[in-house]
């Protein structure tokens, strides 16, 4: 098996983007409501069983071929613990405008509500600013009361929820965890690759100018009283945000050029490292996706390689052995769960 290069899969939205990843992708830009290219995917939208998943380019969806053949694609230790699920969702974000205040349920409520096993914390790494202000939203700073909550939704107080939370500056390189749960908003102009777990599973705290009508939509057909129960209305304080950003402290390894970019307690629902070759990086065997964020370079693997550059997106199976990369290239490599991490319902910071 080789490295599988990966087209352009990109989602509409009720919110505007997609400028940024045409840029990106050294395209001509045409859709102001398609904020999202889902990289890789074996992921529907929710509501949908196809809309979303990626084709390769045998014609095969990826869900297929990981299902005809796991091991090849996954890898021995990962098809053993979870068979042929992923496990990750990679996706290129261009927040065109502020992204609305929302949350995601962790895995616990996704079971109980949802018959899911997946919630859907996720990552971001920040890859580009278009403003001269870019910030996320993370996080409420002080604790929020039911009753409060509720009121807030149901009068679409956008002011009062922005307010309670935790407002972030980013520049290109951070990179930020969101556990499930948590409030949050991407600012305008920030662009990014995200990694998250495998599921289109969002409740809206605010839809208010935004092209979608939140009241009926915004709850995941559960009903607000359901849904904000999964909201985690706790206090984060700086000290436990700034816990959520990377690149990982310490020491990152033994491996010249790599930076391991999430803490430890992403490593149960995915992982990331930016690679920068000091000369030429090793890839060891693993399923990943690789997307060249900056510079132009080769990957090489045992039978071939080919040249890369910024745009680029390549999943790689565990099959395609060791690979290398070298060159004036950045990426960062998506990769799945740890397969010898303990299981976890959500990230545990407290």
């Known amino acids: 098996m080789e490295p599988i290069e990966l087209g352009v899969n990109q989602i509409h939205r009720f919110y505007r983007g997609g400028r940024s990843i045409a840029e990106f992708r050294g395209l001509r830009h045409q859709d102001d409501l398609g904020p999202e290219d889902w990289v890789g995917s074996a992921t529907a939208v929710f509501g949908s069983e196809t809309l979303g998943v990626s084709r390769l380019t045998d014609g095969r969806t990826l869900r297929d071929a990981v299902v005809a053949d796991p091991e090849g694609f996954l890898g021995p230790a990962h098809a053993e613990r979870f068979g042929a699920e992923i496990g990750l969702l990679v996706k290129l974000l261009d927040a065109g405008q502020r992204l609305p205040v929302h949350c995601h349920p962790n895995r616990e409520f996704s079971r109980r509500h949802l018959d899911c096993p997946y919630g859907k914390t996720e990552a971001w790494v920040i890859v580009g600013v278009g403003s001269t202000d870019p910030v ?16 807030w939704v149901t009068r679409q107080d956008t002011e009062a929820l922005l307010q309670a939370t935790n407002r972030l500056p980013v520049k290109i390189g951070d990179s930020v965890l969101v556990p499930a749960g ?3 908003a991407i600012g305008e102009g920030v662009f990014l690759v995200e990694l998250q777990e495998p599921t289109d599973l969002s409740v809206l705290l605010e839809w208010d100018g935004f092209d979608i009508d939140g009241a009926l939509d915004g709850h995941l057909g559960l009903g607000f009283d359901v849904a904000l129960a999964c909201v985690d209305a706790s206090g984060w304080g700086g000290r436990q945000v700034d816990r959520l950003r990377g690149p990982r402290r310490g020491p990152a ?7 391991i970019l999430f803490p430890t307690e992403a490593d149960p629902f995915f992982r990331a490292e930016r690679i920068r070759p000091p000369g030429s990086t090793p890839l060891p065997p693993s399923f990943s996706i690789l997307v060249i964020t900056a510079g132009s370079g080769t990957l090489r693997w045992a039978s071939a390689g080919r040249e890369v550059a910024r745009g680029d997106t390549l999943l790689i199976p565990f099959a395609a052995g060791t690979c290398e990369l070298s060159g004036a290239v950045e990426a960062v490599r998506c990769l799945p769960p740890d397969p010898t991490a303990p299981d976890a319902s959500v990230p545990v910071f407290r």
């Open 253 to 259: 390894g033994a491996r010249p050029g790599v930076e």
């Open 136 to 151: 996320v939203h993370l996080g409420f700073r002080h604790e929020v009361d039911p009753e409060t909550l509720a009121e």
């Open 182 to 184: 948590i409030p949050h």
